[in-house]
């Protein structure tokens, strides 16, 4: 269902250091899977998607993992930077792909 | 591609009034838009989805006659927060699907999100 009303949770890693932000969906029929970063004040910026096909894939620093078994996403970031610090939401399809339901998300904090 | 605008960016207005907030697709055709509410630190949470040409479909214990939608082209989509007040004080957030014409919908269709509109209601 949708998301309502948690306070986030925060992982802190060294810059430099990789992350890893894990992601938690509901609905066993989901067959698309986003993560999105929101800046402080900004929209959602599309990151990288995986369908549900497929167990991994990697873009430019940033890998995600699908684990249909335990409905379990995550978002892999290697060599963190301070411009990475921001919001970062999983989302899945639901309702026949005609609107993404949007995990609770996580703020990532680099610190120096 | 896909860039998502919304106008304005940040609006204060005085408790009573109405206030209209503009969602345009840039440089693709939206055949679907959706808006979505976001409180401080929360996650976001989807009020409606608007389909060119069609009603908007509105999501659980969102007002209809409260927050207007309107989608009259494939590339803008409006939304009119009626009466404001100021528990309407919120981030307001677009976002669209790119969708090409002539086929088929696939779920893996990405919506793609505006910079957000900040509401304050005094």
């Known amino acids: 269902g949708e998301s309502v009303g948690l306070h986030l949770p925060t992982l802190s890693v060294q810059e430099g250091d990789n992350s890893i932000i894990n992601c938690a969906y509901s609905?066993?029929?989901?067959?698309?899977f986003i993560w999105y970063k929101q800046e402080s004040g900004k929209g959602p910026q599309f990151i990288i998607d995986?369908?549900?096909?497929?167990d991994k894939r990697q873009g430019q620093r940033v890998t995600v993992l699908l684990n249909k078994t335990v409905k379990h996403l995550s978002l892999q970031i290697a060599a963190t930077q301070p411009g990475d610090s921001a919001v970062y939401f999983c989302?899945?399809?639901?309702?026949?792909?005609?609107?993404?339901?949007f995990g609770p998300g996580t703020r990532l904090s680099v610190l120096p | 591609g896909a860039v998502v605008s919304q106008h304005p960016s940040w609006v204060i207005c005085k408790s009573g009034t109405s206030v209209k907030i503009e969602c345009r697709s840039l440089?693709?055709?939206?055949?679907?838009m959706f808006w979505y509410r976001q409180f401080p630190k929360q996650s976001l949470m989807l009020m409606a989805t608007?389909?060119?040409?069609?009603?908007?479909?509105?999501e659980q214990g969102v007002e209809k006659d409260k927050f207007l939608i309107n989608h009259a082209s494939l590339t803008l989509s409006t939304l009119t927060v009626t009466s404001a007040h100021p528990e309407d004080s919120s981030f307001y957030i677009c976002?669209?699907?790119?969708?090409?014409?002539?086929?088929?919908?696939?779920?893996?269709?990405?919506?793609?999100f505006g910079p957000g509109t900040r509401l304050t209601v005094l």
């Open positions: 976002s669209a699907r790119d969708r090409a014409s002539g086929r088929a919908f696939r779920s893996t269709d990405t919506q793609y």
């Open positions: 609905n066993s029929a989901s067959d698309y």
């Open positions: 995986i369908r549900s096909n497929m």
């Open positions: 989302a899945e399809t639901g309702n026949y792909g005609q609107n993404f339901v």
């Open positions: 440089d693709f055709q939206a055949t679907t």
């Open positions: 608007s389909n060119e040409g069609s009603k908007a479909t509105y």
